[in-house]
């Protein structure tokens, strides 16, 4: 029994010991992650909305047409990526079809409207016919940051006379 005593004292160290903590190692190993390379400049869809509307008593179509613009200066977002700007061509037109006014809107149009931060990185994205109301038809348009739901909301209004005013939309919150 001698025997089995001498083992067992061997032995039982050596299990114990096995069931101790691992060694921990204090090396953080990150797999390197390659930032995705910019694609070819994004553009917007084209559109085009038409809308008839009842204003001072007589009949008129409205046509607002959104193009991607090569001409203006893109932008880049945070990784580079470059976006293409929007020019906005809005028609009145009367019911013989003859053009009341025809305004062309790009970004520099709302620069007033703007922080520097949309000056150097939005686009001019949207711009929708709101409503008809005394001599002014309003519109609303907003400048975007490019694929978020950034933007600065915006009221274009167009007088009887042909005059637009823009301001920044302060009843959306």
Same mark, same amino acid.
């Given at each position: 029994m001698?025997?089995?005593?001498i083992?067992?004292l061997?032995?039982?160290?050596l299990?114990?010991?096995?069931?101790?903590?691992?060694?921990q190692?204090?090396d953080?190993?990150?797999?390197?992650v390659?930032?995705?390379?910019?694609?070819d400049?994004?553009?917007?869809q084209?559109?085009?909305?038409?809308?008839d509307v009842?204003?001072?008593?007589k009949?008129?179509?409205? *046509?607002v047409?959104?193009?991607?613009? $090569?001409?203006?200066a893109?932008?880049? $977002? *945070?990784?580079?990526?470059?976006?293409?700007?929007?020019?906005?061509?809005?028609?009145?037109?009367?019911?013989d079809?003859?053009?009341?006014?025809?305004?062309?809107?790009?970004?520099?149009?709302?620069?007033?409207c703007?922080?520097? $931060?949309?000056?150097?990185?939005?686009?001019? *994205?949207g +711009?929708?016919?709101?409503?008809? *109301?005394?001599?002014?038809?309003?519109?609303?348009?907003?400048v975007?940051?490019?694929?978020?739901?950034?933007y600065i909301?915006?009221?274009?209004t167009?007088?009887? +006379?042909?005059?637009?005013s823009i301001?920044? $939309?302060?009843?959306?919150?």
């Open positions: 001698n025997k089995k005593i083992i067992a061997i032995v039982a160290p299990l114990f010991s096995s069931c101790g903590k691992k060694k190692h204090e953080i190993i990150v797999q390197d390659e930032a995705p390379k910019p694609q400049p994004i553009r917007m084209d559109y085009r909305q038409s809308t009842q204003w001072l008593g009949q008129y179509q409205i *046509e047409s959104r193009t991607a613009s $090569d001409s203006l893109m932008v880049k $977002d *945070e990784l580079g990526q470059q976006f293409v700007d929007n020019r906005i061509v809005l028609k009145v037109i009367r019911a079809g003859s053009v009341f006014c025809t305004k062309t809107f790009t970004k520099a149009a709302f620069t007033d703007l922080d520097d $931060d949309y000056r150097k990185t939005g686009i001019l *994205e +711009f929708v016919f709101d409503r008809a *109301e005394g001599n002014q038809l309003f519109f609303a348009a907003s975007s940051h490019p694929q978020t739901d950034e909301p915006l009221v274009v167009l007088s009887n +006379f042909a005059e637009v301001s920044r $939309d302060n009843t959306i919150e």
